[in-house]
Antibody, heavy 113, light 110 residues
Framework: QVQLVESGGGVVQPGRSLRLSCAAS????????MHWVRQAPGKGLEWVAL????????YYADSVKGRFTISRDNSKNTVYVQMNSLRAEDTAVYYC??????WGQGTLVTVSS | QAGLTQPPSVSKGLRQTATLTCTGN????????AAWLQQHQGHPPKLLSY???NRPSGISERFSASRSGNTASLTISGLQPEDEADYFC???????????FGGGTKLTVL
């Protein structure tokens, strides 16, 4: 069955970087656009970024544009998000999604000094 | 980025029908449709309806989605205790080239 497993979260100081990974299985990864969505503690869902099935198109929320970079490796069935210049307001659970069809369990990123 | 508008909370009785709304504009809901996701506390979101208002396989027929103008709706019939959750709508905004979410509606089943 479809499985998405995020990893790479943790506690990081403001201004530092972190890379999240999402390993996919159970479906044809190279046919799906992939999303990152986040949820701050006690808040709603916020869309972060999208990468097309072949990696040729990438889109970002204004709140992360210029700081976050989404990428994918179809040979490894994995999507990434490189997060630079992290801020306290980036603290959230980060979910990856295959289109909007399926979602991982999420990984928590805490930005704090 | 401007988001979609959802009522913060809706309360209905067991076995009743709840209709949740999601209002956007002609750049998103009105032209692109809206997806609906359900999220139980402490769990990841789950897709209930695609942007074309079709249900993914495995989703109960009690969930139906529709759109009128710039407002999308999710109707849940025969409310069950397990329907108590947060519900989010989302749409692709063609002017922003970004997905936007509503703030979510907390559904309480009395």
């Amino acid at each position: 069955q479809v499985q998405l497993v995020e990893s790479g979260g943790g506690v990081v100081q403001p201004g530092r970087s972190l890379r999240l990974s999402c390993a996919a299985s159970g479906f044809t990864f190279s046919s799906y656009e992939m999303h990152w969505v986040r949820q701050a503690p006690g808040k709603g869902l916020e869309w972060v970024a999208l990468i097309s099935y072949d990696g040729s198109n990438k889109y970002y929320a204004d709140s992360v544009k210029g700081r976050f970079t989404i990428s994918r490796d179809n040979s490894k069935n994995t999507v990434y998000v490189q997060m630079n210049s992290l801020r306290a307001e980036d603290t959230a659970v980060y979910y990856c999604g295959a289109a909007f069809d399926s979602w991982g369990q999420g990984t928590l990123v805490t930005v704090s000094s | 980025q401007a988001g979609l508008t959802q009522p913060p909370s809706v309360s209905k009785g067991l076995r009743q029908t709840a209709t949740l709304t999601c209002t956007g504009n002609s750049n998103n809901v009105g032209n692109q449709g809206a997806a609906w996701l359900q999220q139980h506390q402490g769990h990841p979101p789950k897709l209930l309806s695609y942007r074309n208002y079709n249900r993914p396989s495995g989703i109960s027929e009690r969930f139906s989605a529709s759109r009128s103008g710039n407002t999308a709706s999710l109707t849940i019939s025969g409310l069950q205790p397990e329907d108590e959750a947060d519900y989010f709508c989302s749409s692709w905004d063609s002017s922003l080239s970004a997905w936007v979410f509503g703030g979510g509606t907390k559904l309480t089943v009395l």
